[in-house]
């Protein structure tokens, strides 16, 4: 990174301890990068529960050290770059995605899964909020370029998304499924 210029702001997608492990590390070696995460996501950085650490699956127990600011719905200008936060509480409930305007490239976080649905049984995960962001996720008007990257796995376009995935195609059968606690892919 250093080799790139450096590290000027991290936007966090959510809470959950595979997405943050790194931080306190990158923050030593660019102490004036700012990092930003969903306002309802904040206590999350702080508690090994809410963050999923307490499973012992990918890390110790974990809690960040450095400093962390809020961003809320809106407009945001980082570093001359124009970027939309959008809330998608479900996964977790302060989860973000983040639209970098000029460049057409929307960070989705674990807000929708590549190859389908997130994750819903995570502490404070909701089911209903998943499928409401999914929702908004769905009616997001960006340009037919717009490439999605997901929180794990591949990136693809948002267009091509919208228009296979059966959680868009079809989603009240998805959401069924959902509640029933069946996968639907
Ligand atoms: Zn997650």
Known sequence: MKSIGGVDFV??????VDHIIGLDALKRDYPDAKIYIGTSDLEGLYNTYINYSFERVISEPFVIECEVLPVYEGTYNLAGNSIKVIPAAGHSPGSS?????DSGLLFAGDSVAFGGIPRYDLPNSSVPGIFESLMRIKNLSLPPSAEIFFGHGEHMKYSDMISTYKIFTEPLDFYVKLQDGTSCR
């Open 11 to 16: 936007l966090l997608s959510h809470c959950h």
């Open 97 to 101: 995605l983040y639209y970098f305007e």
